[in-house]
């Protein structure tokens, strides 16, 4: 049931609030909106380099989000569901790479990839792992990957365990019922969750910044590409490539109320 | 519930095979793309952001003459560097923005062959910014002990322009006022710019390459010889470098005539000998032609009417030309 909205100042307020940071963040993007001016807006945005960058973000961010759908969905079902030793040591380390800032995840990432058998692999094909796109991927893969088990586990944890329980008491197997159950009514969490954890990744900075580096064209996404063109004092290109990111995260964001507009995630 | 428990069991183990799976294609994704990398000899290449639109450049020409050798830059602020080196031991070239970077590396064991007489392919020259208009008519180092004046200065620790900071105004006698002055401790160098270009302070003392970013919003004013600092940009091959060869070959390239001409076109200073003192600061008027170019290319961006020729701007019209193509710059 809502409540009435009027005739009181406590709702008056709350409604007030809301008002208000929503337009300073109109306020923001306008402003810059109008500092980039019509006709650079036209220019920047009929270059092909936005839109490599654009397609570079989204390609990245999609085979890692896909890459952390594979582990976070069992690890999230495993979590939300199962007793087993260490449960709780286990949940919190997968907390982890959300707590701490994607630098140190940057940082870590080079202790592993200098060292056996990363090290022998590069040797052998001559490449730089880390260097390269992988780099990227191995990056928003590593960040998002607890994210992504997070939030799955908030997905199945909604779904009572009583309908895994009559599908075992019908004679379905564990793996039968996972399919035919539990993912058909995690549907709309998992979706909602998956648009989260790919704004996530394309919006991953830091850790690229400490691992990989920008090689122009090849791994500096958008957010990369920013700080870039900010140090060569190329405002036109940071204020549309922003633009650029901010209707993409609004985009984002839209698709998940569509989507999952009933789940419990968010 | 007990025999659901139970035969959860076994679904665990799969899910751990599962898991173990997806980790180990993860990894084999590796050996697969890598091994379409087998032709070419790709260059790792460590250079500050700053040298961006110069080593771009470089790259273009370089990678058209030697198609079988392909250069990827790492970009990073220079101070990311020495950390990076240490961990990873990768790279193949290697050019901070300051000769004091090298110098940590050559220290760290990381370069051995690094010559200081020859290995400097350009300098950074020091010059005064100010906002369009110069609002409080900024004219001399001196100016920036006035009351009142918003000064931006970089941080020390973090970049090299905080320690010509120091040096410049201790030498003239007014650190203590200037450092009363300062509204702004800049962790980099386009920190500065984008503050003086959105007026946030008076004044500031940035390099040349960096000035000449800003050429629509920024004022630019050159300093007299015995503040004018000369800095150093130096290159080496790295210790571990997988293709010697070829690093000396882009090496060689980046400090040949050619190279350096193309560094002039972003404001570097390349005159092979710019006599200066004991701190660094210049000792004569071996610059005063690129700070002439530099003020007029800010008046060419300004003011359609300039002329646009090699006499006034010299090397930088692509700049201006670039700068005035959009009224918020790009490329």
Same mark, same amino acid.
């Not at chain 1, 990245?60 to 069992?74: D, K, Q, R």
């Not at chain 2, 183990?13 to 084999?28: D, G, H, Q």
């Not at chain 2, 006698?173 to 450092?179: A, N």
């Not at chain 2, 710019?274 to 530099?294: A, H, R």
């Given at each position: 049931m809502a409540l009435r909205s009027r005739g009181g100042w406590w709702p008056a307020l709350c409604i007030g609030i809301t008002a208000s940071i929503l337009a300073v963040y109109i306020l923001l993007v306008t402003s810059n909106w109008i500092y980039l001016g019509w006709h650079d807006t036209l220019y920047f945005f009929s270059k092909s380099r936005m839109w490599e960058r654009?397609?570079?973000?989204?390609?990245?961010?999609?085979?890692?989000?896909?890459?952390?759908? /594979?582990?976070?969905?069992?690890? &999230?079902?495993?979590?939300?569901?199962? @007793?087993?030793?260490?449960r709780y040591l286990f949940a919190s380390i997968i907390d982890l790479p959300i707590v701490v800032s994607p630098a140190v995840v940057g940082a870590f990432l080079f202790g592993i990839t200098t060292r056996f058998p990363f090290d022998w692999i590069s040797e052998y094909y001559g490449i730089y792992i880390s260097r390269n796109v992988y780099g990227v991927l191995l990056v928003q893969f590593t960040v998002t990957a607890a994210f992504c088990a997070r939030l799955m586990k908030a997905s199945f944890d909604m779904i009572p365990v009583r309908f895994e329980a009559v599908s075992h008491s019908l004679g379905a197997s564990p793996l039968r019922t996972f399919f035919k159950v539990v993912l058909p009514m995690a549907k709309n969490g998992i979706i909602a969750s998956m648009i989260v954890v790919w704004a996530r990744a394309a919006a991953e900075w830091e850790g690229l910044m400490l691992f990989v580096g920008a090689t122009e064209g090849k791994t500096d996404i958008m957010p990369?590409?920013?700080?870039?063109?900010?140090?060569?004092? *190329? *405002?036109?290109?940071?204020?549309? *490539?922003?633009?650029?990111?901010?209707?993409?995260?609004?985009? #984002?964001?839209?698709?998940?109320?569509?989507?999952?507009?009933?789940?419990?995630?968010? | 519930m007990k025999n659901f428990f139970k035969s959860s069991k076994g679904k665990e183990?799969?899910?751990?095979?599962?898991?173990?799976?997806?980790?180990?294609?993860?990894?084999?994704s590796f050996f697969l793309v890598t091994h379409t990398y087998g032709g070419e000899k790709r260059l790792l290449f460590h250079a500050g952001l700053g040298q961006r639109m110069a080593l771009n450049e470089i790259k273009a020409v370089f990678?058209?003459?030697?198609?079988?050798?392909?250069?990827?830059?790492? +970009?990073?602020?220079? &101070?990311?560097? %020495?950390?990076?080196?240490?961990?990873?031991? !990768?790279?193949?070239?290697?050019?901070?923005?300051?000769?004091?970077?090298?110098?940590?590396?050559?220290? @760290?064991?990381?370069?051995?062959?690094?010559?200081?007489?020859?290995?400097?392919?350009?300098?950074?020259?020091?010059?005064? %910014?100010?906002?369009? &208009?110069?609002?409080?008519?900024?004219?001399?180092?001196?100016?920036?002990a006035r009351p009142g004046i918003k000064v931006g200065l970089g941080n020390?620790?973090?970049?090299?322009?905080?320690?010509?900071?120091?040096?410049?105004?201790?030498? #003239?006698?007014?650190?203590?006022?200037?450092?009363?002055? #300062?509204?702004?401790?800049?962790?980099?160098?386009?920190?500065?710019?984008?503050?003086?270009?959105?007026?946030?302070?008076? #004044?500031?003392i940035v390099w040349a390459t960096t000035a000449v970013l800003y050429l629509r919003d920024v004022e630019i004013i050159p300093i007299e010889h015995k503040y004018r600092g000369i800095i150093r940009l130096p290159v080496g091959v790295l210790k571990f470098a997988r293709y010697r060869e070829e690093s000396q070959k882009l090496m060689d390239f980046i400090l040949s005539v050619e190279g350096r001409a193309i560094f002039h076109k972003h404001a570097y200073a390349i005159n092979p000998v710019?006599?200066?003192?004991? !701190?660094? /600061?210049?000792?004569?008027?071996?610059?005063?032609?690129?700070?002439? +170019?530099?003020v007029n290319a800010a008046k060419a961006v300004k003011d359609e009417s300039f002329p646009v020729t090699k006499e006034t701007i010299g090397d930088l019209a692509g700049q201006v030309l670039r700068q005035k193509k959009t009224k918020r710059a790009g490329d």
């Open positions: 654009f397609w570079l973000t989204v390609w990245t961010a999609t085979v890692s989000t896909s890459f952390s759908l /594979f582990i976070g969905i069992p690890a &999230g079902y495993a979590l939300s569901r199962f @007793r087993f030793p260490c990369f590409a920013i700080y870039l063109d900010w140090n060569g004092g *190329m *405002m036109g290109w940071v204020t549309s *490539m922003s633009i650029v990111c901010i209707l993409m995260a609004v985009s #984002a964001i839209s698709a998940m109320k569509l989507i999952g507009g009933r789940s419990n995630v968010w | 183990f799969m899910m751990k095979l599962i898991n173990n799976l997806v980790v180990f294609l993860f990894i084999s990678e058209k003459r030697n198609p079988d050798i392909k250069v990827n830059f790492s +970009y990073k602020g220079s &101070g990311y560097f %020495i950390a990076d080196i240490t961990r990873s031991k !990768q790279g193949d070239l290697f050019m901070p923005g300051e000769e004091f970077y090298l110098m940590q590396a050559v220290e @760290r064991g990381f370069l051995t062959d690094y010559d200081p007489k020859t290995d400097i392919p350009a300098y950074f020259v020091t010059v005064i %910014i100010t906002p369009k &208009g110069n609002p409080k008519n900024i004219k001399r180092i001196e100016d920036f020390p620790r973090s970049c090299a322009i905080g320690i010509w900071h120091q040096k410049t105004f201790r030498k #003239a006698g007014i650190w203590d006022k200037v450092k009363e002055n #300062a509204t702004l401790s800049a962790k980099c160098i386009p920190e500065l710019g984008n503050a003086t270009q959105h007026r946030a302070i008076d #004044a500031t710019i006599p200066v003192d004991k !701190q660094g /600061f210049c000792l004569d008027g071996t610059t005063d032609k690129d700070m002439e +170019y530099l």
